[in-house]
Every structure is written in structure tokens, then in C-alpha cells.
């Protein structure tokens, strides 16, 4: 009786301080979002002071940097952004989903498929002729991605049998990407798609941001909604379908949300990876594992991540344009060694 | 389509020229270039003050006119740089930058493409003309293309018309090669070869595999971008016994890799030095 | 008042039969011990009173009405399940892992609220964990996180509670203090069935007991009914040592059938 009288006061302040450090934590990753933004308005191939930049971003000012502000840095920055935040959260989700830290969305094989429809239009020579058909091509390799994981999974099969899926999908895809590459008789396309899939943000217009922006909306819409029951996942399957978790739909909003969410992006700007398995177990620990609070902040540090990346894509300058994606690749692929690692540290 | 339209109607203003230039002197549109093909398309065509800036493989060891170029400035390839630089014209290649092509026809830019697919001179000639024709300049395209034509007849001419000369093999670093329908076919029969791989029916950049050659050997090599490949590439196929067995018993003749990178106006150096060598090593011909 | 009960029900996984014909009910105000042999279908069973499980044949009744018939939220208000082996996937803190057993009762936006931590304190302080409230629960002893997890279920607060082997790891005192716990529940009026190994806990706890085999139900009743020598020796084929202190039963496995026949038989004390 005594002890949880005293305990009541100290409990209290402890669960207030949980709430604020929550918050504190999106909201210095805002901020660092906003502080990285304004760089990303300011660098680019041609120098212009800030204070034009922010004119322009008005439309103030020399109609050449309007454009080049409005039409040019700013789409770059706001596709970053979405790229970035549909990983990070999709990554966290699908950790939650399938209880491991080295889950993350190209796992499902949606990114691989996406690629492969993109790559199927250059190969056939679609993206020179009509604008949206390689965009719509890379829906349609994630929608079919999709389609078959979603179809398992609400056949009742185990997490497992939906990751071998995924594996097989991307095992298939990435095989169908590189027969393309080798029937291709022209050496160009095949230079054309590998670049492409490297990933890229750059002299897209605010028409790509138009195109990706609601699919990726929607889709981290739908990641969200599972975050309550990603926690009670923490305890196993079992124990959480007898709190009322409903296994069929969560798992159909992780799949179709990662979906609608990497589909959109893959479509305008390529293959990007990492991301989604770097943020979510960087962030754990700050928000003591739990995942529904790994969410927001995930989507967050996703967008920062990547943007960071295109700005330090845009300094370095070495005669070609590194790519974002093999930046954050460059990033990711030792941190993913460290977390292996660590992983094997903990079991034994 | 409409670059005939535009041929017609730069025919059409050049025979006007002379009166048109007793008005105002219209200014030439100011042009960029975003890859090295283009480059030389754009240095060998436009004036000076046309040039906006080159690609920064211009000055790269792909270039030829790695010293002309770096009188001019030298873009990275994005869409910023073209605007800042009020450009009117973009050359670049059909294959590449597939998103600057989307996004610079947006904003005010006309964009001329190479198409990678010009095999002949003829194809190149019509390319040379269709980019004059933008730069305002028809009678610089005109003088140009005479040029080639000039270079090219006094190659030769019976050795290419008997088609009758050495046969050979064309071989890259990493193992690729060219068959009929390539431009470097074009300029290995220009020069007076023969090209096996077109003669086995092969079409395209693939290779002719090594057994063949051991069955049908060329009488010899001709290789490229030796030179600018890396060690690790070079040394896989070019150590490979067969291939260094056949370099030591046919006459090799190297290209520079600069002198074909694309079908463009420098390609008729690549027939020239093709030419000369298979002079030296075959001799006979008439000068 | 609940009554839980499995009406002939028979259960597949794969292509192997775990449950023929299993009958069997359960009432509130009982703590009713699930026995038997491994591989006798304790856990299925209780994974079908749950609902996770759908059975080849038969149903599963909840006061009479079918268990299906109940929404999936509704069912986890009135039905708190723990399973076997306190799986933790994330190393969480205690109070985190104890709050877990409030989402049943969360709306879709809504956070744990005074009454959800009201809940979560009493469960705590039942099962002695309120000390360790802020450490990780993976730094916890194998018994310390037992507890944790039946703080979770209890946290639910629910009518009814089915437990799977939760003294498994834990040592003599907290042994006694989880039966202790769960009788009491029962005592107030809750339905609690109780899947055990240990048969001495079973007899000295329990008011009501049901012994399985082979996927089928050998006895159902009182313990002292259930828990018979003759029960046991087909059930799990051994022979056992009954007896009473301070008017409380005990049961010990003595020896194995088929062993030696010429040891003595065992005194009664």
C-alpha cells in the first residue's frame, strides 16, 4: 500500500517525461528537416545569395532564379523528403511487422519489382517516347509485388512464408532486370537503366512531386494506422491476436502502405535503399523500443537522411554526379555490418 | 517532323539571309552541350559567343579539343546551369539524362538530340546539318560535311569500292566488339577493311567469340580505349592466351578512344588513322 | 458468471489430429488445472478456448453463445490469454510491457488514461514487480520476467484468464505465490484455467481439473476425483505418492511404470 503510494508521484513525472522527450525528439528532427531544407534551396550548380533564394521561393526577384528555385531545387527537395520519410517509416513498420531489426522494405521485393517495370520502358525505348510510361510502369511492377504478398498474407501464411515471398520477388525481378540488361542491344539503354536505378532526385520537376506525393501520402497514411498493433507484436503473435489485434489487417496495411509508399518513389526517381533499415534502429533505443512511438520520428529522421544525402551529392564534386542512391547505400551497407554484429553480440 | 519543318524553314531563311540581314542582326541562339558528342557537335559549329558552356567531359580524357574547350565554361549536366546561363538550345544524346530531356521541355529550351543511333556518314551528315540548322549556322554545317566528303574520297577510293582489303576484328577492353549497323563498322570500311564480325553476321557491340577466331582469324586487330580503361578491366580479356597469341601474330592497330566515342564529324580522324595504318601494315593502295 | 466450454471439439494443425472429441467446461469462481503428458493437446486447447484456433469439428462456447460470434475486440475485453515461453520481441520497460495489457481497452487515438493506470499499478503490485517498473525487462531474471508477463495479463482485467505453464520458471516461492495469485482471482469470482506440469501444485491449488491425454480428455472434475492413482498411471504411466498435511493434499510422481517391479510399493504417510 505504502509503496505504491510513493511510487504514484515518481511514476507520474516519469511517464510526463516519457511524452516529452517524444516530443522533443520529432521536434529537433524537424528542425534539423527545416535547417537542412534552407541548404538544399541554397546549394545546387549555380550559386545565388540566400537572401535571392528566399525572394524567389516567394516569387520575388530575377525570373531566372524563380524558376530555378520553384521549378527546380524545390521539387528535388521536396521528393527527397518524401523518398526519405516513406522509407524511414516503412522500415519501422515492417520491424514492428516482423519483429527484426533487419527487416526493411526492399525485403518484400517492391522496390526490385518497381525497378524492373522502369527498366522494361527504357529497354523497349516507352520512356523516350511517352513521358508518364516509365512512372506508370514502376506502379505497376509494385502494384503486382503487392498484389501476390497481399494475397499470402491474407491467406493466413506465417511471417516467415511472407519474407521468403518477398526474397523470391526480388530474387525475380532483379533476374528479370539483369535479362533485360543483356538482351539490350544498345549499350546506352543498358548505361541508361543502371543509372537510373542507382537512384537520383536531380532536374526533377514539380510534376514528378505531383505524381509521387499521393501515393507516398496515402501510403504513410496507411503505415500509421498499424502502429498500435505493432505493439502488442512486441509480445508474439498469439498474445496479440488475444488482445484484439487483427494479424490479416495489419499486415495488409504494412504491405500495401510500404507498397503505395516505395512504388511512388521508385517511379520518379529510382532505387534508394537503406534508409528504411538504418533510421528505425538508429532511433530505438531514444524511444525505448517501443514501436508505435518509432513511427513519427522514423519518418523524420528518414527525410533527413536523405536529404542530407542529395546536399552532400550536390558538394561533392568528383566529374560525375554520384547518385543518391549509392550514397545511401555508401552509408547504409557498413551500418548494416555493425548491426549484424551487434546482433550476433546479443544472442551469444 | 518537325525538325524537317525546321530544316525547311532554315533552307528557306538562309536563301533569304541576305535580304534578312539588311534589317536587324538577329543575334544566334545561344547553346549548350551535355555530353561529349555533343560537345564537338557544338565547338566544330557554333561561334564562340554561342557557346554557353560544355560538358565537363569536354576537357576529360575522352575529349579530342580537351584545349579548345577550356576556353569555355564547363556545366555538370544540370538543368540549373542551362537556365542561369539563359541557354536556347540543349544538344545532347538521345540515350542519357533522360530526365533532363523531360524537364528542360518545360521551360523555354530547345533541345537538339543525337541520336545514337547514326551509323553512316550520311546519318551523320544529316545530323551535322539538323544542329547547324538550330545554331543558325547552315553555312558552317554545309562547309563541315563538304570537308568529311573531301577526307573521305581521297581515302582510297578503289581498295573501299573493291571492298577487297585486310579483314579484321575490332576488340574493346572488356571484350566487346562491333558488328554490322555500328558506326565503328562504318569507319573500318571507310578506312578499306573488311569487318569479320559484320562478315559472320554479327550486328551490334557484342563480341565474336574467341573460338571463332581461332577457326576464321582477321588478318588484324583494331583496338580501342586501351588506353583509358582501367588496369582491372584491361587485364581480364586482354591477358586472357588466345587474345595475346593473336596480338603477337597479327598487326594490332589502336585507335584512340576519343576518336569514336559517339558517331559525330571527328569520326572521319578514326577512318583517317584506320586508313594510315592499314597502310603500314598492308601496304599497296593508291594515294 | 462465464462458462467457457469446448463442446467435441477436434482440431487439426497441418494434417495431424491434436484434439479428438475434447469436451470439456470451465466455470467461474474455479481455478481449473489443464494436466496431462506432453503432447496431450493442453496448449491447442487452450489456444481454441481463445479463439486463435479454428477447430475441425465442434465449437467453443462462450455463456452459451458461439465464440466466433464474438467481435475481436470484445472477445480481448473479456478474455486475457498468456502464452507459454514470455516471448518479448523488443526489450521494453517493465511498465511499458505491463501497459501492453491495456490496448484492449484503447480507442483507436486515445493513450493510457488514469483508470488504464490505475489498472496497470494493481497488476504490478499483485505480482510484486512495481519494484523494478523502470528497469528493462530484458535484465530481468527468468522468474522476474514471468512475472512481468502475468502482470501483463492481468493488466486486462478481464473475466476471465487462461494461463499456460506460468510457474515454469520460477522458484519455489514464487511458484507458490503465482498459485497463491491465481486461486485467489478464482476465489474472487474470476474464470481461471491453468495449464500445469507440476502435479502437486495442481492438486493443492486447484478446485477443479481436467486431465488430457493423446488429445482427449481421460477426467474432468474435482482434483481429488481427477487426480487419482488411476488416472495417472494411464495418463502418464507412472505411479504416484498421495498423501495430506495440515488437512491439504499432496501428489508426487513416485516411479515409472515398467521400472523394476520388485521395489516396494508406497507407503501411504
Redesign the interface.
Known sequence: MTEAATAAPRRAAHTVSHRISWLSLNLALLALIGVLACVSLTIGYVTYPVTDVVAALFGLGDDKVITIVRELRLPRLLLALAIGGGLGVSGAVLQGLLRNPLAEPGILGISSSASFGAVITIYFGLSATFVYALPMAAMAGAATATTVLYFLSARNASTLTIILAGVAIGGLAISLTSLAMNLSPNPWAINEMIFWMLGSVKDRSMHDVALAAPFVLAGVILLLLTSRALDALTLGEDAARSLGVDLKRVRALAIIGTSLAIGGTVAVSGGIGFVGLVVPHLLRPLVGHVASLLLLPSLLAGAALVLAADIAARLIRVGVEIHLGVLTSLIGAPFFFYLILRTRQRVE | MARRAAFCLAVLAFLAGPSASAHAETPKPRAASASICADKYLLALADPEQIASLS?QAT?PLSTFAEEAAAYPS???????F??A?VEILIL???????????MG??DVEMVVIA?TTITFDEIAQSVRDVAAKLDQTARGEALIADMQARLARIDPQVVEEDAGPSVTYFRPEG?GAGAGTFVDTALRHAGFRNLQADLGN???GRVPLEQLVLTPPDGLVTSFFDTAYKGVNARFSSHSLFTRLSAEKPVMPVPGRYWTCAGPMLIDAVESLAAQRREHFGGGHD | MSLLEARNISVDIGRTRILTGVSASFRSGYLTGLVGPNGAGKSTLVRALCNLLKPAAGEVRLSGAPITSFHRKELARKLSYLPQGHTMHWPLEVERLVALGRLPHLGPFSDIGPQDQAAIDRAMARTEVSAFRFRVAETLSGGERARVMMARALAVETDILLVDEPVAALDPYHQLHVMELLRSLADEGKLVVCVLHDLALAARFCNAAVLMSEGRVLAQGAPQDVLTDTHLRAAYSIRSLQGQHEAEPFILPWRRLDADASKPEPRPC
Do not use: C, K, P, V
Open positions: 565537363w576529360g556545366n555538370r549536366g544540370g538543368a540549373e546551369e537556365l542561369d539563359n544524346n538521345s540515350h542519357g539524362s533522360m530526365e533532363l530531356r523531360r524537364i518545360q521551360f545514337t566487346g550486328t551490334g557491340w
